[in-house]
């Protein structure tokens, strides 16, 4: 099944291996602007996913974690 995708991917995406994690949870982004900078690797951006159902129930207990860099 494929999903709309609303969020940066510099590689590859990795749902597209596992469709089970189907909602990007969280995202966090490296910041260069000159105030507060984070270094994540080359430019790099961590992604934590999650199923919309174990979402819906509140169940934290099976995330994918994928670090993405470009």
Not at 30 to 54: E, H, K, L, P, T
Not at 60 to 69: K, P, Q, T
């Amino acid at each position: 099944m494929q999903i709309p995708r609303r969020y940066s991917i510099t590689q590859y995406d990795p749902c597209s291996l596992d469709d089970r994690h189907d909602t990007l949870l969280f995202q966090m982004d490296g910041d260069y602007s000159g105030a507060g900078d984070i270094m994540r690797g080359d430019a790099g951006v961590a992604d934590f996913f999650i199923n919309r159902n174990a979402l819906r129930r509140r169940d934290f207990s099976d995330i994918l974690y994928n670090w993405d860099c470009g």
